[in-house]
């Protein structure tokens, strides 16, 4: 799977079938570990944010990866998106997570 091994995946992709339909995020580590962050945004659904505490650890501590997902989305990163990874200098990371937002059920988690 690239920068994420497929055994980290297999741990990190529940968290996205967890959360939806809203935007999950996940921050991976460079030594592989990883957690999952709180989605600060007033609209979760639509987009996400990350709490300013959760923001000055990765700033002191830079995440391998941070991935939010896109629920029913595509893999394409948003403007908003673009912008972000550009001014963190992380690398950012997009999991396409397919089901209905009405009932919550999920159909597949994609990175």
């Known amino acids: 799977m690239g920068l994420?091994?497929?055994d980290v995946w297999a741990q990190i992709s529940p968290v996205f079938a967890l959360r939806f339909p809203c935007e999950g995020i996940v921050a991976v580590m460079p030594d592989l570990t990883w957690r999952e962050l709180e989605n600060t945004a007033a609209d979760p659904l639509r987009h996400f944010d990350l709490s300013f505490a959760d923001k000055a650890e990765l700033a002191t501590n830079p995440p391998l990866a941070l991935i939010?997902?896109?629920p029913n989305g595509n893999q394409e990163?948003?403007?908003a998106d673009t912008i972000s990874a550009l001014s963190t200098g992380w690398t950012w990371g997009i999991s396409v997570v397919h089901g209905l937002a009405e009932t919550g059920e999920v159909?597949?988690?994609g990175y």
Do not use: E, Q, R
């Open 77 to 79: 990163p948003s403007d």
């Open 68 to 70: 939010h997902s896109h």
């Open 4 to 6: 994420i091994p497929d």
């Open 107 to 109: 159909f597949s988690v």
